[in-house]
């Protein structure tokens, strides 16, 4: 059995990882399809080791007789497409921020939470949570399901493919004004963002916080548990792919360090690297390319009854993006849930 896939904004960063993701994983596909804008229509793409994809126009497509939409077009895209994709009969995995609060849109990490994925045919619509929001769930699940975590301060650092193509070439530009000694504009970022840290991603609301920060808190609720609280602070840094984040956790019951260390390693998507010596940790660098969720410096928080401190780095456009994505579709199929078509 196999399946029609559309990968919509095949021409952005997560849209090429999933069509990456796709191969790689041998989903079982019988067509694939690339979508994006009409100015990006007529360009190509790669699926595969030797299979090139001409992109055609997502406002022209018809989705009737597609099994599937993986989309990563932007959020305003998504409000139009995705209800249309749907209704045609596509089950729809979005990527963007647009329908992941809705009550009725199941908000999924396989790994965390894949019984959400029952209630998906109310809509059409599955949404994958903001990149960073995964790799912490991942890295919460094991240790909750044990301890119950009830409070958690994270701070993140995140890489500028976060921001799209854009921040990537944005920080290209900028780190190379500096080496010849010239003033790089900030365009996509409010501040310089080579050799810098930006304390800002996204909008500003009116607490203080950013969406970024809000979204960690609701979607972390939505996910895993929504009793627990969540206070983030969502920092851009100048890495290129890979996003970090200190994760402070108080858990109503007694944990030790060498009971976390194993419930994680026990955990699917996750590897712990946690030496406590030079070079004992995973960064983002060494992370990039990679699938899992990798934990490194496990500690006692002795400042909080039964607190915990680790380090949690991922991919962001792989297990933050498109491997999360196209792994909500395969468990679409192993729950039996997705209406098997003959290739």
């Known amino acids: 059995m196999a399946y029609r896939v559309a990968v919509v904004g095949a021409t952005g960063a997560v849209g090429r990882e999933m069509l990456k993701t796709l191969a790689e994983r041998n989903f079982p596909v019988s067509e694939v399809v690339a979508l994006g804008s009409a100015r990006s229509t007529g360009s190509e793409v790669s699926f595969g080791d030797n299979q090139v994809l001409k992109v055609r126009n997502l406002e022209t497509f018809d989705f009737h007789g597609w099994d599937i939409g993986l989309f990563s077009p932007g959020a305003a895209v998504s409000a139009v ?23 009725d849109v199941p908000l999924v990490v396989p790994e965390v939470n894949p019984h959400a994925l029952a209630k998906f045919a ?25 301890f119950k975590a009830k409070r958690v301060v994270v701070a993140t650092y995140q890489s500028v493919s976060g921001a799209g193509k854009e921040g990537m ?5 900028h780190t190379k004004s500096v080496f010849v000694h010239e003033q790089g504009p900030a365009q996509h970022f409010t501040k310089e963002i080579a050799f810098n840290c930006i304390p800002h991603i996204d909008k500003f609301m ?41 994760v402070n956790v108080e858990f109503e019951r007694p944990i030790t360090v060498n009971e976390a260390r194993a419930a994680l390693r026990d955990f699917e998507g ?9 070079g004992g940790y995973i960064t983002p ?8 969720v990798f934990v490194s410096r496990i500690r006692k928080d002795p400042t909080v009854a039964n607190g915990l401190s680790f380090w949690c780095v991922s991919d962001n456009l792989r297990k933050g993006a498109a491997l999360n994505a196209v792994q909500i579709a395969e468990t679409l199929i192993a729950q039996g849930l997705l209406a098997k078509k003959a290739a």
């Open 206 to 246: 009116d607490d203080g916080s950013t969406k970024e920060e809000w979204k960690m808190a609701v979607e972390t609720k939505k996910i895993l548990d929504p009793d627990i609280a969540v206070h983030a602070t969502c920092v851009r840094v100048p890495v290129f792919i890979g996003h970090g984040e200190a």
């Open 122 to 146: 109310r809509r059409n619509i599955i949404a994958n949570p903001n990149c960073s929001t995964i790799q912490m769930v991942v890295a919460l699940k094991p240790l909750h399901d044990r």
């Open 270 to 278: 996750i590897e712990v690297v946690d030496h406590r010596q030079d």
């Open 169 to 173: 070439d944005e920080l290209y530009a």
């Open 81 to 103: 497409h995705a209800p249309r994709a749907a209704e045609a009969g596509c089950v729809v995995i979005d990527n963007t921020s647009q329908f992941r609060m809705d009550h």
């Open 285 to 292: 660098l060494d992370c990039a390319g990679e699938d899992a």
